[in-house]
Antibody, heavy 116, light 108 residues
Framework: EVQVVESGGDLVQPGGSLRLSCAAS????????MNWVRQAPGKGLEWISY????????YYADSVRGRFTISRDNAKSSLSLQMNSLRAEDTAVYFC?????????WGQGTLVTVSS | EIVLTQSPGTLSLSPGERGTLSCRAS???????VAWYQHKPGQAPRLLIY???SRATGIPDRFSGSGSGTDFTLTISRLEPEDFAVYYC?????????FGPGTKVDIK
């Protein structure tokens, strides 16, 4: 089955850190451009980071640049997001997904709550 | 950062009707790198259109995209019950990708 499954979401205190993972299966992960996107409660989708198939190119939204780091391990078909210096406004469902057009795949998300 | 504006905010339609959703960018999008996503509560986002007008794998041909430069359109030719959702445009033509605020398509 073609799928990506996010994990690692949790309740964390402001200023804390968390690492999200995304496990891919059923497709050639190393061919896919991958992203992390989030949705805060009651809000729309917000793109936060991109990584190229080789991992050589990464981009970040201004809201997370310098605090979050995206990485991938093509040998393990996995994507990660290291999140540091977390803030209350980082509370959201985090989705991983990407494409090797015309094909695309997205996961159902993992919840991150930043609160004391 | 390219800011995307979507209109209308909500579109109330009946099954079988045609829906036209608009997305306007604050500056020209390089290579017309605009995508459209469908999103339902509690579900994964679903890529519908990439490159402004190309359908993603498995997307029915009732979904079509058009436009260039700063103005882009998603058209749903005949709404099916499963099409009622929120639709987002996204630009990926710069090193900071952005989503529009979304258009909610609900049942009239």
């Amino acid at each position: 089955e073609v799928q990506v499954v996010e994990s690692g979401g949790d309740l964390v205190q402001p200023g804390g850190s968390l690492r999200l993972s995304c496990a891919a299966s059923g497709f050639t992960f190393s061919n896919y451009h991958m992203n992390w996107v989030r949705q805060a409660p009651g809000k729309g989708l917000e793109w936060i980071s991109y990584i190229s198939p080789s991992g050589n190119t990464v981009y970040y939204a201004d809201s997370v640049r310098g605090r979050f780091t995206i990485s991938r391990d093509n040998a393990k078909s996995s994507l990660s997001l290291q999140m540091n210096s977390l803030r209350a406004e980082d509370t959201a469902v985090y989705f991983c997904g990407g494409n090797s057009v015309p094909a695309a795949i997205w996961g159902q998300g993992t919840l991150v709550t930043v609160s004391s | 950062e390219i800011v995307l504006t979507q209109s209308p905010g909500t579109l109330s339609l009946s099954p079988g009707e045609r829906g036209t959703l608009s997305c306007r960018a604050s500056q020209s999008v390089s290579n017309n790198y605009v995508a459209w996503y469908q999103h339902k509560p509690g579900q994964a986002p679903r890529l519908l259109i990439y490159g402004a007008s190309s359908r993603a794998t498995g997307i029915p041909d009732r979904f079509s995209g058009s436009g260039s430069g700063t103005d882009f359109t998603l058209t749903i030719s005949r709404l099916e019950p499963e099409d009622f959702a929120v639709y987002y445009c996204q630009q990926y033509g710069s090193s900071v990708f952005t989503f529009g605020p979304g258009t909610k398509v609900d049942i009239k």
